[in-house]
């Protein structure tokens, strides 16, 4: 070493980063700790929150959960009889809690107790279903019935149980109306509330669905399913929402819920919000926990948020244990064709979380409202043609909101039949049109021909002062198809061109009707402004489209932007 070499200079002072070691500090620790299922730690980490926060009732919940893990059930119980004494004893939850700890020490009478008491306590039923499977395991345990009781969280539900139903059966306006006397009855009925929201959103009155899920969320700011919905109609209502659905997403993603129903609700929604690494924790723990081993779709989900968050060996795992449990997952065996190219390739075309391929490859508005309704459902696809055929105006306009013909023989047909009714006002006739979508591309490329500005192309730009749904779908959509996740630079150019296209067109800005041909000819321009080899074959096959259709809409976007003159593209235009 010859002696050449010198010591190591101490930092200075003012060198030294100093660490918030806070409340948040210490629950990610134990987050993280819990996802390596290295319990105590988790349980050290959790306890150094509560010492730091005593006031937070979440904090002891987290505390007392990881006790329950770890078998001591006494001193889980001890931890929540204390938030409801000293914290918070409006968490009723901790009852159900409590019920479940008796239960597993085999102290079945005192099971019975704090499961009776939360079941008259809890007005929003956030553990209905669970406390009657319990009460079935109990009255066995016991060898009698359990004492009689009043269940809270029963007002009304029969009647929110009939809307659910509707909601099932696309039945959208006439479960909303079910909601509402519901709620008129029970306004502290937080399920109902959570539902009324979802069937307002399928009927495309997010302004309603956005201001009924906020009420909900006013009287408990801690509801996992408001919170989950705010952050999706957030997600589809423009660019203010956009930001706050970000912020939401990164709030849920903070989130341990302490229940598998709440697990899987905050999961998917993670998912759909993009925030994959945190939703790939909750599926594993999902998985883990020994509940789902016989749910082929939750191995698809965390399969998918595996890739997403980049463990493809995890995802490839995932998905053949899909294929074990369901031969027919056509969306895993797909995926699973493509891993070896994107393990040398990267991955170059959309994964989505939904199950069935040929829905996975719909576009982001016709898959709103099939990702919290069971897919390919008789009874929704029956509902809608019900009301397309036979119902009000209002039924009629609200069906087409919520309908995919493609693909659908009979339901083509029916708003065909609708388009070209003299009977139906000019309004239902050309939604009914639009709704078509690329059945009749060629009826609507003409209604949005006649609505370009033609005398005034390549103006200059104005100010937005609004942003509407469909020119986010657009948006989303092209991002959705070209982006990874850490493309940052990608993005940020597809929203440039895109933003500029539509301030150069207000406020004549055309209907927008066909999202994935505008999506491509957004795609296939931004690529050639970033010196791309892109094709109108290849973007067809990306968004499923005819390359003549991206043909005419990339003209359209040249004439008003004047991109040729921006950037020398014309041999990738020669085709």
Not at 546 to 551: D, F, L, Q, R, V
């Amino acid at each position: 070493m010859n002696g050449n070499y010198q010591r190591e200079e101490r930092p200075r002072l003012n060198d030294v980063v100093s660490l918030s070691m806070d409340e948040s500090f210490f629950f990610e620790r134990a987050v993280r700790a819990l996802d390596r299922y290295q319990y105590d730690k988790a349980l050290k980490y959790f306890r150094k929150a509560v010492e730091l926060k005593p006031d937070n009732p979440v904090n002891h919940c987290n505390m007392a959960g990881i006790l329950s893990e770890m078998g001591d059930y006494e001193a889980s119980n001890a931890v929540l009889m204390n938030v409801l004494e000293q914290v918070d004893p409006t968490m009723v939850e901790c009852r159900f809690y409590m019920a479940n700890n008796f239960a597993n020490m085999e102290r079945f009478e005192e099971a019975e107790e704090a499961l009776l008491t939360y079941l008259e306590e809890d007005a929003s039923g956030q553990f209905l279903q669970e406390a009657e499977e319990m009460i079935s395991l109990l009255q066995n345990e016991l060898k009698r019935n359990i004492r009689a009781h009043r269940v809270l969280a029963r007002r009304g539900m029969d009647e929110h149980d009939q809307a659910r139903a509707m909601l099932e059966e696309g039945q959208f306006a006439e479960a909303a109306k079910r909601l509402e006397q519901v709620l008129d009855e029970y306004p502290d009925f937080a399920a109902a509330a959570n539902n009324l929201a979802l069937a307002y959103y399928y009927m495309g009155s997010t302004d309603r669905a956005l201001e009924t899920v906020e009420d909900v969320l006013r009287h408990d700011p801690g509801n996992l399913h408001g919170l989950c919905n705010l952050a999706i109609f957030r997600r589809y209502s423009g660019l203010s929402g956009l930001e706050e659905s970000v912020v939401l997403a990164r709030r849920l993603a903070a989130v341990l819920p302490f229940h598998r129903e709440h697990a899987f609700k905050l999961a998917t929604t993670l998912g759909i919000l993009g925030e994959h690494e945190a939703a790939y924790g909750h599926f594993r723990r999902l998985l883990a926990g020994g509940d789902a081993d016989g749910d082929a779709s939750i191995h698809h989900y965390g399969a998918v948020a595996a890739l997403h968050s980049g463990r493809l060996d995890a995802a490839e795992r995932l998905w053949k244990q899909t294929l074990k449990l369901d031969p027919q997952a056509d969306a895993a065996a797909y995926y699973l064709s493509r891993l070896p190219e994107w393990r040398e390739h990267g991955v170059q075309e959309p994964v989505n979380y939904q199950y069935r391929l040929e829905v996975s490859r719909r576009s982001e508005p016709e898959r709103r409202w099939e990702s919290s309704l069971p897919e390919e459902s008789p009874a929704i696809r029956a509902g809608l043609l019900r009301k397309l055929r036979m119902g009000s105006e209002e039924d009629k306009r609200h069906a087409m909101q919520a309908c995919h013909p493609q693909g659908d023989e009979e339901l083509t047909e029916v708003l065909r039949t609708l388009a070209r009714s003299p009977h139906e006002s000019d309004e239902l006739r050309e939604l009914a049109w639009k709704t078509l979508g690329e059945v009749e591309l060629e009826r609507i490329d003409v209604f949005e021909e006649d609505e370009l500005p033609a005398p005034e192309l390549a103006r200059e730009p104005a100010e937005l002062p609004v942003w509407e749904k469909r020119w986010q779908d657009v948006l989303d959509t092209a991002i959705r198809a070209s982006c990874t996740p850490s493309d940052f630079g990608l993005r940020r150019d597809l929203e440039s061109l895109w933003t500029d296209f539509l301030r150069r067109l207000y406020p004549d800005v055309p209907v927008l009707s066909h999202i994935e041909g505008w999506a491509a000819a957004l795609d296939y321009l931004t690529d050639k402004l970033r010196r791309g080899d892109s094709t109108y074959e290849e973007m067809g096959r990306r968004y499923g489209v005819s390359a003549s259709t991206i043909g005419r809409y990339v003209k359209r976007m040249d004439q008003v932007c004047k991109i040729k003159e921006r950037k020398d593209y014309r041999k990738g235009l020669q085709h």
